[in-house]
């Protein structure tokens, strides 16, 4: 490892560090939107750690974070709650290498429409199975309070964040950079794609199971409808979009503006959020096409290239 | 514009009016979290919001509440949750740090009520909760005992409807053979689970059963086995689209029972404005006394002041709930919520929906169950001891 390799490592351990004193301030209202950006942070890191060298648009992460929600509400009566988000992940990521070997040889449009569909269907399956065992509402009642679950999804945050910087340098990281930029050419390269794909579509998958367990506790009452809805598929590709997915540090950069931006709308304008919502969207897609990334690095080469005539 | 603004705007006009009288104390803050938008939105604008919006506006043209002997205006923020259980969360923690709330309102619905139970409980504010029905209210208020429930437990919800048709098969008004659909969601697998084995323990043989996903549009198939299967009642455990939708085929099929059934949005006056006379002799869930001077006089405010019919199964609960937290600060004299807590606790409150008094459970323990449309209202017909109760009528065609 370089010397910048380990500067990267320790920055961004400090900033983790630093994130994880806020709970100290005892300011519940900072720690409630804590939770929101720490859970968008990690979903929208792992879904660009697969959807941003390989361009697949996937909308699934509802999918397997209500999958996790209800490990989190199927086994709380059985097992010790610890032993769940770890339990969620690897029924995630099994879940999502199935998934990943029937469909990642979808390519484009059709790829989108199927993980879209995944949530739905899984969803039905839950309700179906509920319905034929006459099921009565799912709660998950636990001590774990605000704090405790903020404090977990930064440590996944840190996992992810590790495992993306360990990919990024890895040969599975450089072939898909490759299948991003042409999978014809990656296949006569020897790279075997599907492979490659669908080990790296396993991540997101399991992370948003976890994600999924160790929200549940904060919803107590789990509902097939506010565990698979499927809007939170679409803001996390919009978050990771809005902060640019060819970096690992982009998906945050766009999450906080983000979650922030969505306060201040609903505090201010409760009758018409969704409105404005969308005039959002569709402002940040036209002056930001390539996120906070690119106008970063758009801004950064212009410094340089200033640099260079002076 | 701010909501917050417009209703500052209306505090301070009437506070000036008013400060001939006296020197205007501070108003309270009152926070209110529901669906705006979201799944849930087409129940809360019809069952929640018109009620604090009521409620708010009679407080403040009498002068506000007294608190400790001195006059003051509520002034009400509200949010949009977008019904997702981590924007109510939010909004709730929202409007205790950031806007210091004296009051926050319990949510609507069971999902976000349980899903804010926590923070509420956390910040010790009562939660009455009017829009949840949960067959777990023992453990929920243990495990949170600021917790209130006024709409009841689904089971009994359930029950009574069963218990109606037996009685009318006993006295011979109606057969034995039921036809039972529900929607395949929580609150609708909740009822029919409850309802199957009760059908069956009462003698009644169920002819036709199925179930169908939430959001159903085409509910033909189902009303045509239905019909195929030559019921005497018909049962749905549904949900507001589809009380409109099986209505709509059992007129189309001329479905000929003597009981028709809905669960969900058959109490509300939309039900009686779409389907006019067809309305009449369905049952669903819910109730009201409508005999009671309390009611009617409610449901006349209600309709002045919001330019819409309460509903006739949880309006006057949100409006009770309003009540109790009114008459608990009032009586007690302070916005002390511990105060407040015990005052509840401890004592019974006279309301639009009658006498409200909480068991040990923080439970109420009477309400209405079944309800059904006769003469153009729907008046309640089966209850847990509530008194008013009219006798039931049998369906007669959809004409």
């Given at each position: 490892?370089?010397?910048r390799?380990?500067k990267n490592?320790?920055?961004?351990?400090v900033?983790?560090?630093?994130a994880?004193l806020?709970?100290?301030t005892?300011?519940?209202?900072?720690?409630?939107l804590g939770?929101?950006?720490?859970?968008?942070?990690?979903l929208a890191?792992?879904?660009?750690?697969?959807?941003?060298?390989?361009?697949?648009i996937s909308?699934a992460?509802?999918?397997f974070f209500?999958?996790?929600?209800?490990?989190?509400a199927?086994g709380?009566?059985?097992l010790p709650?610890w032993?769940?988000p770890?339990?969620a992940?690897?029924?995630?990521?099994i879940?999502?290498?199935i998934?990943?070997l029937?469909?990642?040889?979808?390519?484009?449009?059709?790829f989108?429409i199927?993980?879209l569909?995944?949530?739905?269907m899984i969803r039905?399956?839950?309700?179906?199975?509920?319905?034929?065992t006459?099921?009565?509402?799912?709660?998950?009642l636990?001590d774990?309070?605000?704090?405790?679950?903020?404090?977990?999804?930064?440590?996944?945050a840190?996992?992810?964040?590790?495992?993306g910087?360990?990919i990024?340098?890895?040969?599975?990281?450089?072939a898909?950079?490759?299948?991003?930029d042409d999978e014809?050419v990656?296949?006569?390269?020897g790279?075997n794609?599907?492979v490659s794909?669908?080990?790296?579509?396993?991540v997101?998958g399991?992370?948003a199971?976890?994600?999924g367990?160790?929200?549940?506790?904060r919803?107590?009452?789990?509902e097939?409808s506010?565990?698979?809805?499927?809007?939170?598929?679409?803001?996390v590709v919009?978050?990771a979009?809005?902060?640019?997915?060819?970096?690992?540090w982009g998906?945050?950069?766009?999450?906080?503006?983000?979650?922030l931006?969505?306060?201040?709308?609903?505090?201010s304008?409760?009758?018409?959020?969704?409105?404005?919502l969308?005039?959002?969207?569709?402002?940040?897609?036209y002056?930001?096409?390539?996120g906070f990334?690119?106008?970063f690095?758009?801004?950064h080469a212009?410094?340089?290239s200033k640099?260079?005539?002076? | 514009?701010k909501r917050?603004?417009?209703?500052?705007?209306a505090?301070a006009?009437s506070?000036?009016v008013?400060?001939g009288?006296?020197?205007a104390?501070d108003?309270?803050i009152?926070?209110?979290v529901a669906?705006k938008?979201?799944?849930?939105?087409g129940?809360?604008?019809v069952?929640?919001?018109p009620?604090?919006?009521?409620?708010?506006?009679?407080?403040n043209?009498?002068?506000?509440?007294?608190v400790g002997?001195?006059?003051?205006l509520v002034e009400?923020?509200?949010?949009?949750?977008q019904t997702n259980?981590?924007?109510?969360?939010?909004a709730?923690?929202r409007?205790?740090?950031q806007?210091?709330a004296?009051?926050?309102?319990a949510?609507?619905?069971?999902g976000l009520?349980?899903a804010?139970?926590?923070?509420m409980?956390?910040?010790g504010f009562?939660q009455?909760?009017?829009?949840?029905a949960?067959?777990q209210?023992g453990?929920?208020?243990?495990?949170?005992?600021?917790m209130y429930?006024?709409?009841?437990?689904?089971?009994?919800?359930?029950n009574?409807?069963v218990?109606?048709?037996a009685?009318?098969?006993?006295?011979?008004?109606?057969?034995?053979?039921?036809?039972?659909?529900?929607?395949?969601?929580?609150?609708?697998?909740?009822?029919?689970?409850?309802?199957?084995?009760?059908?069956?323990?009462?003698g009644f043989e169920?002819?036709?059963?199925?179930?169908y996903p939430?959001?159903t549009?085409?509910?033909?198939?189902i009303?045509?086995?239905?019909?195929?299967a030559?019921?005497?009642?018909?049962?749905?455990w549904?949900?507001p689209?589809d009380?409109?939708?099986?209505t709509e085929?059992?007129?189309?099929?001329?479905?000929?029972?003597?009981?028709?059934?809905?669960?969900?949005?058959?109490?509300?006056p939309a039900?009686s404005a779409?389907f006019g006379?067809?309305?009449e002799?369905?049952m669903?869930i819910?109730g009201?006394?409508n005999?009671?001077?309390?009611?009617?006089?409610?449901?006349a405010?209600?309709?002045a002041a919001?330019?819409?019919?309460?509903?006739?199964?949880?309006?006057?609960?949100?409006?009770?709930?309003l009540q109790?937290?009114?008459?608990?600060?009032?009586?007690?004299?302070?916005l002390?919520m511990?105060?407040i807590?015990?005052?509840?606790?401890?004592?019974s409150?006279?309301?639009?929906?009658?006498?409200?008094?909480?068991?040990?459970?923080?439970?109420?323990a009477?309400?209405?169950?079944?309800?059904?449309?006769?003469?153009?209202?729907?008046?309640?017909?089966a209850?847990?001891?509530?008194?008013?109760?009219?006798?039931?009528?049998l369906?007669?065609?959809?004409?």
């Amino acid at each position: 490892m370089t010397t910048r390799d380990w500067k990267n490592l320790v920055l961004g351990a400090v900033l983790l560090g630093i994130a994880a004193l806020l709970p100290l301030t005892g300011d519940a209202y900072a720690i409630a939107l804590g939770v929101n950006i720490a859970m968008y942070g990690v979903l929208a890191t792992s879904w660009a750690l697969f959807s941003g060298p390989t361009h697949y648009i996937s909308l699934a992460t509802a999918a397997f974070f209500g999958v996790g929600t209800y490990v989190t509400a199927s086994g709380i009566d059985v097992l010790p709650y610890w032993a769940l988000p770890p339990l969620a992940g690897i029924i995630g990521g099994i879940l999502a290498g199935i998934v990943g070997l029937a469909t990642l040889r979808l390519s484009g449009v059709y790829f989108v429409i199927f993980t879209l569909g995944l949530a739905e269907m899984i969803r039905q399956i839950v309700t179906w199975r509920q319905n034929a065992t006459g099921h009565k509402g799912s709660y998950v009642l636990t001590d774990l309070t605000e704090n405790h679950i903020y404090w977990q999804l930064l440590g996944v945050a840190a996992l992810v964040y590790l495992a993306g910087w360990a990919i990024g340098r890895s040969r599975l990281g450089f072939a898909l950079r490759i299948i991003g930029d042409d999978e014809q050419v990656a296949s006569h390269l020897g790279i075997n794609t599907a492979v490659s794909k669908v080990a790296l579509f396993i991540v997101p998958g399991a992370v948003a199971a976890i994600v999924g367990a160790m929200i549940a506790p904060r919803y107590i009452y789990i509902e097939p409808s506010t565990a698979f809805t499927p809007m939170l598929s679409f803001q996390v590709v919009i978050m990771a979009m809005l902060g640019g997915t060819g970096r690992l540090w982009g998906p945050i950069v766009g999450v906080i503006p983000f979650t922030l931006l969505w306060e201040v709308i609903s505090v201010s304008f409760p009758n018409q959020t969704t409105l404005l919502l969308g005039l959002c969207f569709l402002l940040i897609v036209y002056l930001l096409p390539n996120g906070f990334v690119g106008l970063f690095q758009k801004i950064h080469a212009r410094a340089l290239s200033k640099e260079a005539y002076q | 514009m701010k909501r917050r603004t417009a209703l500052k705007a209306a505090v301070a006009a009437s506070a000036i009016v008013w400060a001939g009288a006296a020197f205007a104390a501070d108003p309270i803050i009152v926070g209110a979290v529901a669906p705006k938008t979201g799944g849930l939105a087409g129940g809360s604008v019809v069952t929640h919001w018109p009620n604090i919006q009521l409620w708010a506006g009679e407080v403040n043209a009498r002068g506000g509440l007294n608190v400790g002997g001195e006059m003051r205006l509520v002034e009400v923020i509200e949010y949009d949750d977008q019904t997702n259980p981590a924007e109510t969360i939010k909004a709730i923690t929202r409007l205790a740090t950031q806007d210091n709330a004296d009051i926050i309102l319990a949510p609507y619905s069971t999902g976000l009520n349980i899903a804010a139970a926590p923070i509420m409980d956390k910040l010790g504010f009562p939660q009455i909760t009017s829009t949840a029905a949960t067959d777990q209210v023992g453990e929920l208020s243990k495990q949170f005992p600021n917790m209130y429930f006024l709409l009841g437990s689904s089971s009994a919800l359930a029950n009574g409807a069963v218990n109606v048709m037996a009685e009318m098969r006993d006295k011979g008004e109606i057969g034995s053979r039921i036809a039972m659909v529900n929607v395949a969601d929580a609150f609708g697998i909740e009822l029919a689970a409850v309802a199957k084995p009760s059908f069956e323990a009462a003698g009644f043989e169920i002819v036709y059963e199925t179930s169908y996903p939430l959001g159903t549009q085409d509910l033909s198939p189902i009303m045509k086995a239905a019909k195929a299967a030559e019921p005497d009642a018909f049962v749905a455990w549904s949900y507001p689209p589809d009380t409109f939708g099986l209505t709509e085929q059992a007129m189309i099929e001329d479905l000929n029972v003597k009981v028709f059934y809905t669960a969900v949005a058959t109490a509300f006056p939309a039900y009686s404005a779409v389907f006019g006379p067809a309305a009449e002799g369905v049952m669903g869930i819910g109730g009201v006394n409508n005999g009671s001077a309390d009611f009617l006089d409610y449901a006349a405010r209600h309709e002045a002041a919001t330019g819409q019919k309460p509903d006739y199964w949880a309006s006057g609960m949100m409006y009770a709930s309003l009540q109790i937290l009114e008459q608990s600060i009032e009586a007690s004299g302070t916005l002390d919520m511990a105060v407040i807590n015990q005052y509840i606790k401890d004592h019974s409150f006279e309301t639009v929906m009658g006498t409200i008094d909480f068991d040990e459970n923080n439970n109420n323990a009477s309400y209405w169950t079944v309800g059904q449309w006769q003469g153009g209202e729907f008046r309640g017909i089966a209850s847990t001891g509530r008194d008013g109760a009219v006798a039931p009528v049998l369906k007669n065609g959809w004409k």
